[in-house]
Structure formats: structure tokens, C-alpha cells
């Protein structure tokens, strides 16, 4: 799993049915892939708007 979070934070235009059959493999089934992909992207998006503000900075 956390695997597939780096790999969706670094390049999510590389994520394959490949990683998602990996998942599978060891218990995810779709609606735990769906809500890993969707918790993953919602961080990454609120860090980026968080960054872009200057959020926590000084």
C-alpha cells in the first residue's frame, strides 16, 4: 500500500492495473483501492495548496 501512495505522490500517470492487481494480491479490494488512491490524492492536493500559500511559513 504505502508502496502505491509513493508511486501516485512521485508520478500518478505511472500507476498501472499492475499496481492495483499487486494491491489485490495481498487483500485490497476495489473500494480499499479507491479509498487509498483518494486519501493519497486528497494530502498531496492540500499540501500543494497548503505550499503554494505559504501556509505555515513565517
Same mark, same amino acid.
Given at each position: 500500500? #504505502? %508502496?502505491?501512495? *509513493?508511486?501516485? =505522490?512521485? +508520478? /500518478? =500517470?505511472? *500507476?498501472? /492495473? /499492475? +499496481?492495483? !492487481? $499487486? #494491491?489485490?494480491?495481498?487483500?485490497? +479490494? %476495489?473500494?480499499?483501492? #479507491?479509498? @487509498? =488512491? #483518494? @486519501? ?7 499540501? $500543494?495548496?497548503? +505550499? /503554494?500559500?505559504g501556509?505555515? $511559513? !513565517?
Open positions: 500500500m #504505502l %508502496d502505491y501512495v *509513493v508511486q501516485i =505522490t512521485r +508520478d /500518478a =500517470t505511472r *500507476v498501472s /492495473a /499492475a +499496481d492495483h !492487481e $499487486r #494491491l489485490r494480491s495481498v487483500g485490497f +479490494d %476495489d473500494q480499499g483501492i #479507491l479509498q @487509498i =488512491t #483518494l @486519501i493519497a490524492s486528497w494530502f498531496n492536493y492540500i499540501n $500543494r495548496v497548503a +505550499d /503554494a500559500l501556509v505555515g $511559513r !513565517e
